[in-house]
């Protein structure tokens, strides 16, 4: 059974850091992508930071570039999102996701075959 259990979301004030964590387990092959979604509420789930098998390629999306940085710790099947300066529009619900497939089409949820639960972040002072 495949789980991707998130972690380290939690209440900030504007201008910190956070940093996500995603665990993997019962993953038979190694996904080509994992990513970071987010979704606030009332509004539409959106991906924010996606990166390769290998860490060969990594996407942003212009809300969160050079705010945020994934990184993946292959040994301990761990996803990470260091996020700085931290804005309000930040807050939102931050969901983990796996994709098996290697095809890049830009942040389709619909793609991603394995999610997590989410965990919450909320920026304000």
């Known amino acids: 059974q495949v789980q991707l259990v998130e972690s380290g979301g939690g209440s900030v004030q504007p201008g910190g850091s956070l940093r996500l964590s995603c665990a993997a387990s019962g993953l038979t092959y190694r996904p080509y992508w994992m990513a970071w979604f987010r979704q606030a509420p009332g509004k539409e789930r959106e991906g924010v930071a996606a990166?390769?098998?290998?860490?060969?390629?990594?996407y942003y999306s212009d809300s969160v570039k050079g705010r945020f940085t994934i990184s993946q710790d292959n040994a301990n099947n761990t996803l990470y999102l260091k996020m700085n300066s931290l804005k309000p529009e930040d807050t939102a619900m931050y969901y983990c996701?796996?994709?098996?497939?290697?095809?890049?089409?830009?942040?389709?949820?619909?793609?991603?075959?394995?999610w997590g639960q989410g965990t919450q972040v909320t920026v304000s002072s």
């Open positions: 990166i390769a098998r290998g860490g060969a390629s990594t």
């Open positions: 996701a796996a994709k098996m497939g290697p095809e890049w089409w830009g942040f389709k949820a619909s793609d991603y075959n394995y």
